[in-house]
């Protein structure tokens, strides 16, 4: 594959997506998942990947010099490094879930997989990455002995726009029968993960959650975007919270929530099924004030476009965040849009201090947890914010 002239700089820099536009043409007729080297409009070798014609992110690499062949002793490899990392991170208690495999950030572009306890859940948003499914099963089974391996399809969006259409699936062993459980920081969670429901659990939040909870000490907290109330539990236990309130919009996710509150025997936990910008008007017309507010919400900017609709939306849950927080209060407001950069994130924080006459002092800017490694040279990876602050 032949780029055009002065389109070669990212992959010298190793960025690992060639996007159409880069591409002069094409040697040959590779088919889609098929190996080709890419080349500068002279002719000069740059990298080795995976073609696909059906995405916009026309060839994933995966090797930056000749020598290496991209076959299933290469992905054996990256697979134990990804492995061998977490287990310097620590992250290999039997029980736990960890992110093992974080797409490009281990050199894997288009392949995630979690485990949780002995169950390992793969996901595939690359369609190479799903030709080649067979045998990075192999490889997993043969390194980590589960007990099953479940093929989780990919988020919504993505697998359109690779032309992959991969149905859920055990791809080798038994998917668990009921809920199944994990330890997170000496904390309970069930999880499930039983065919058409597959909801996993946000590992990425692992450590956020401490960081929140060690702020939550006699604080009347109010959890938004619970889900299955991660934050909320590490809050009430850990961080001795006066009170929560955890609020989800689905029933499913606050009924987990009621559950993992139970688990940890967290008595003071209030969970309740409520739109989280209507709930938050509520509490404001009710004249409630809490002293954390956590702010988890899902993905507001799908891509760049949706960006400015995105950020006011942002705007809008921290304006009513901040508006119900006493002075002295604790703000943890996440942002998972990749599409929203850290900067525009504060630069959105900063107009909420503004609009509201409200001090922000910003204690922690965080990230995702450890095992989400990012590649740096696919900065893109980046998407997970929490910022910590107190309000004046
Ligand atoms: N904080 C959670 C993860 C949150 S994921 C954790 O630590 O595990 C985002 C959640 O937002 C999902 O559970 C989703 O059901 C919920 N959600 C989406 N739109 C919502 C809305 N308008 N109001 C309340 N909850 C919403």
């Not at 076959?71 to 029980?95: F, V």
């Not at 929140?212 to 909320?232: E, I, K, P, T």
């Amino acid at each position: 594959m032949i780029l055009k002239p002065k389109r070669a700089r990212p992959f010298f820099g190793r960025h690992p997506w060639v996007l159409e536009g880069a591409v002069l043409r094409v040697d040959g007729t590779p088919a889609d998942g098929d190996v080709v080297d890419l080349a500068t409009h002279d002719g000069m070798f740059v990298a080795r990947g995976l073609w696909n014609a059906a995405s916009k992110l026309r060839v994933r690499l995966y090797a930056f010099d000749p020598a290496t062949k991209l076959d299933a002793a290469l992905w054996q490899s990256r697979l134990e490094a990804a492995i061998d990392l977490r287990r310097a991170l620590g992250r290999n208690d039997p029980y736990g879930g960890t992110r093992l495999v974080n797409s490009e950030g281990d050199g894997l572009s288009g392949l995630i997989v979690d485990r949780y306890a002995e169950y390992l859940c793969v996901q595939v948003t690359g369609l190479a990455m799903s030709l080649r499914l067979e045998s990075i099963c192999e490889s997993l089974q043969t390194l980590l002995t589960p007990r099953g391996i479940l093929l989780r399809g990919a988020e919504r969006g993505l697998s359109k726009l690779e032309g992959l259409h991969l149905p859920d699936r055990v791809v080798r062993g038994v998917a668990p029968t009921g809920p199944i459980f994990v330890t997170e920081h000496g904390l309970k969670f069930g999880i499930d993960l039983t065919e058409g429901q597959k909801t996993g659990f946000y590992l990425d939040q692992r450590d956020n959650r401490q960081a929140a909870a060690q702020l939550a000490q006699g604080r009347r907290v109010l959890d938004m975007f619970c889900y299955s109330g991660g934050f909320s539990v590490a809050c009430a236990v850990q961080g001795s919270a006066s009170s929560v309130l955890a609020v989800d919009s689905s029933l499913k996710a606050t009924s987990m929530a009621r559950a993992n509150a139970d688990l940890n025997g967290a008595k003071n936990v209030t969970v309740e099924t409520a739109d989280a910008f209507e709930k938050m008007q509520a509490l404001q017309v009710a004249g409630e004030k809490y002293g954390l507010v956590i702010l988890d919400p899902p993905k507001f900017a799908r891509s760049r476009a949706s960006l400015d609709d995105a950020v006011r939306a942002y705007h809008r849950i921290n304006r009513l965040a901040v508006d119900l927080l006493e002075p002295g209060g604790v703000l943890v407001t996440c942002s998972c849009s990749g599409a929203v950069s850290r900067e525009d994130f504060l630069m959105m924080l900063s107009g909420v201090a503004q609009r509201s006459g409200r001090s922000i002092q910003m204690l922690a800017c965080r990230g995702a947890a450890a095992d989400h490694p990012v590649n740096v040279n696919c900065l893109e990876g980046e998407y997970l914010k929490c910022v910590i602050g107190t309000i004046g």
